[in-house]
Nanobody, 123 residues
Framework: QLQLAESGGGLVHPGGSLRLSCAAS????????IGWFRQAPGKEREGVSC????????TYADSVKGRFTISRDTAKNTVYLQMNSLKPEDTAVYYC????????????????WGNGTLVTVSS
């Protein structure tokens, strides 16, 4: 059974940092593009970042470039999202899922979504 479990969210002050984790089971992350997505209250879900199957190519939404870094640990079968210099507009539920790049944008390539992890950036 394919599963993705997100964790690491929480409340952080503006300018702070968080690291999100996406633990996969039932499949090997190294064989798929895995990315991070987020959905803020009242908004559509948007693609944040995507890492290639080889782990060497990464894509980011313009809104997070230079602040967020996606990485993975194949031994732990886990994908991470390091988020620095957080802003209130980064507040959202963050999800990991299989991803693809369409016209330079991060898009999902699956109908499976985990429960997500809530990130709240507030003073």
């Amino acid at each position: 059974q394919l599963q993705l479990a997100e964790s690491g969210g929480g409340l952080v002050h503006p300018g702070g940092s968080l690291r999100l984790s996406c633990a996969a089971s039932g499949f090997t992350v190294a064989l798929y593009r895995i990315g991070w997505f987020r959905q803020a209250p009242g908004k559509e879900r948007e693609g944040v970042s995507c890492i290639s199957t080889g782990g060497t190519r990464t894509t980011y939404a313009d809104s997070v470039k230079g602040r967020f870094t996606i990485s993975r640990d194949t031994a732990k079968n886990t994908v991470y999202l390091q988020m620095n210099s957080l802003k209130p507009e980064d507040t959202a539920v963050y999800y990991c899922a299989r991803c693809q790049i369409l016209n330079g944008l991060v898009r999902s390539s699956t109908d499976y979504w985990g429960n997500g992890t809530l990130v709240t950036v507030s003073s």
